[in-house]
DNA sequence: ATGAAAGCGCTAACAG
DNA sequence: CTGTTAGCGCTTTCAT
């Protein structure tokens, strides 16, 4: 009965407890680190997983513990460096913990996002860090709670969910820059979002499902209202989800009659699109339009004329969300946590004085 | 003997077996979705695991039949867009083929690397995808092969390993990007790159362990030898892995008594940095330098001047890369392959005809 | 300090 | 088509 082990068959720690002459049990303890064994054994099993090549499993290992160390991360889109430095912010947190990290994208699709955290539970990741499409179908994230696994909000709280959550400080921020814009003498200032709502229009704040644009449009419309701006809402444009889309809603601004002295941004993917399409159209910055955007993407600082930003800390916001979640991991128990980072506004030169212009009776 | 169970305690396959009247091996087959169950059973089944709440342990699974459905990831830094934009690339097929991801970052330390590496093996990964940080040191990564993973490599090749390998055409443009500078009179292009020397400066290739790199360079100093710029070798800066190191270069070159007349930036981080630091010290581009920058960030195209870049098809390596691993994991066997995916220069406004300096004597 | 044995939740033969 | 029986590789009581 001569075992051959074929290259595919790994050696385990039976092999390993054999090699040395030790039980099963002695040799996982000192290949797992934990209980206590004579030094004398110690080396011998030692030097048997170094002769043998042997590889621990932590999946057996997580099988028996019930510890996965993993934390399963669902993000909008990876590709946008939003999320690029955030997941990097967990990532650098969660190895300095001894965690791994599964990243998902959820392509900011409801029905994407439910089968990642399906998937992520089955995988047995300890916890879960999330930026939810939306938040009015939180079904599935209950359901991570449920499985007994913490969740953390990531840059969108939800409300009826009472899980840590870190966020910026959105409603402030928006309120900054309107009223930066207004001091300015704007007063058509229209708002872009990739936010999308049925019918593609924005009618009502309840129809935006996520807590971070929310907020800001909320307080841009409250800027507006006390600077005597009726009717902001009007200027509200959902659905900047792709270069063609922004590019639809820029032009349809401008062939407007009244067409906006200046434009806000809900991200630098949009606030970039809207830099290229102005520029094609001949639209100066900021003598025909004044543009600011949130997130100060790498891209803002170089374009002519800079472009004035919602500074996020978005680095900051992935350790905070990673360290908080880790720290449930770790026991810490207790009421959920809200963490609102503080946002900077950083004033460049795309911002300037309103223009009468001339269709404007 | 009740049963009470906690709210930790999971229900198994056996619970909604139990539940079901059926034995574990039926239940099992309706969950796990093989073999062959009548109708009734499987409604059965199906009702008692909805009404139990029951969901699957993935690690259990993996444990049994040896695939885990995931696939790791090592890269420098997800930060960097161009990493970005890989890995959304390889987690968008990745996820169609029904594979998750594990994202590691090196921070292209070598150390950083390897232990990667080992834990996403003891993780039992199906197989690895990495874009290594040297080609000099590969044991972690023949070890990877010897788990019996398959392995496929980012962006960068390694001569000495047999493995599937997708990178981009980095030595025709290199050379054509050369030429082109040449071609506008330029002898004095100083080439800024991350990939550091012990000693941090430049002397041989083979002191370069990135493939990219190195093909680039050797490009690079080939076609200036070819239009008789001889030791183009002495132009070469490597180190510029930040924006203090990128400065401290800049600065350098431009306070030399023949300053360069144009730059060529190894990654779009690299040309940020020189594009601002330029700026700032007044030097006019493209009348005083010009600049060709890897990769098509999406700054790039909104700077004044727009910058000249090598368009790499990143998002498409991300793809190809995870298609090529996935097949390996379908089954597919023969000889490693390599892909060179084609590059494409998209000429703007930073580059110009060289200008004679009058310190040149 | 060490060993024997049980079991995590699931799949994979092999019977019937 | 369904049930029985073994494990996967590891940790973990419980003895010794």
Redesign the pocket.
């Known amino acids: 009965m001569e075992k051959i082990p074929a290259k595919t068959?790994?050696?385990?720690?039976?092999?390993?407890?054999h090699a040395a002459?030790?039980?099963?049990?002695?040799?996982?303890?000192?290949?797992?680190?934990?209980?206590?064994?004579?030094?004398?054994?110690?080396e011998a099993v030692k030097r048997a997983a170094q002769a043998l090549d042997?590889?621990?499993?932590?999946?057996?290992?997580s099988?028996?513990?019930?510890r996965s160390g993993t934390i399963g991360v669902v993000v909008g889109d990876i590709e946008n460096p939003f999320f690029g430095s955030a997941v990097r912010g967990i990532t650098d947190v969660a190895r300095l913990a001894g965690f791994n990290v599964i990243l998902a994208n959820s392509g900011e699709s409801l029905a994407a996002e439910k089968a990642a955290v399906k998937t992520l539970i089955a995988k047995q990741v300890d916890g879960l860090i999330i930026s939810p499409a939306k938040d009015s179908e939180i079904e599935h994230l209950r359901e991570a709670e449920r499985s007994g696994r913490p969740l953390a909000l990531l840059d969108r709280a939800v409300a009826r969910l009472d899980v840590d959550t870190v966020t910026t400080d959105d409603f402030e921020a928006a309120q900054a820059i309107t009223r930066l814009l207004i001091g300015q003498g704007h007063r058509r200032i229209a708002y872009l979002t990739a936010c999308d709502t049925p019918d593609h229009c924005f009618s009502q704040l309840s129809d935006i499902y996520t807590s971070s644009v929310r907020l800001r449009i909320e307080a841009f419309i409250g800027a507006c209202r006390d600077a005597a701006i009726p009717d902001a809402a009007r200027w509200v444009r959902v659905g900047a989800v792709n270069p063609q889309a922004i590019r639809a809603i820029v032009t349809e601004l401008f062939n407007a009659a009244t067409p906006p002295t200046a434009i806000i941004a809900s991200d630098s993917l949009i606030g970039l699109e809207v830099f290229k399409a102005v520029r094609e159209m001949g639209i100066a910055l900021p003598g025909d339009l004044s543009l600011i955007s949130f997130h100060d993407a790498d891209w803002t600082a170089v374009t002519s004329p800079p472009v004035t930003v919602v500074q996020q800390p978005v680095y900051q916001l992935g350790e905070t969300v990673a360290t908080l979640l880790i720290g449930r991991l770790k026991g810490e128990t207790g009421p959920a946590r809200t963490v609102v980072l503080p946002t900077r506004l950083i004033e460049r030169a795309s911002v300037g004085k309103a223009r009468l212009v001339a269709t404007a009776i």
Chains 1, 2 share one sequence.
Request: proline share 2%; net charge positive; no cysteine.
């Open positions: 068959v790994s050696v385990t720690v039976a092999d390993v407890a002459g030790v039980s099963k049990a002695t040799a996982a303890r000192v290949l797992g680190g934990y209980g206590t064994v004579s030094d004398k054994v110690r042997y590889r621990p499993n932590e999946l057996a290992r099988m028996t513990t019930g």
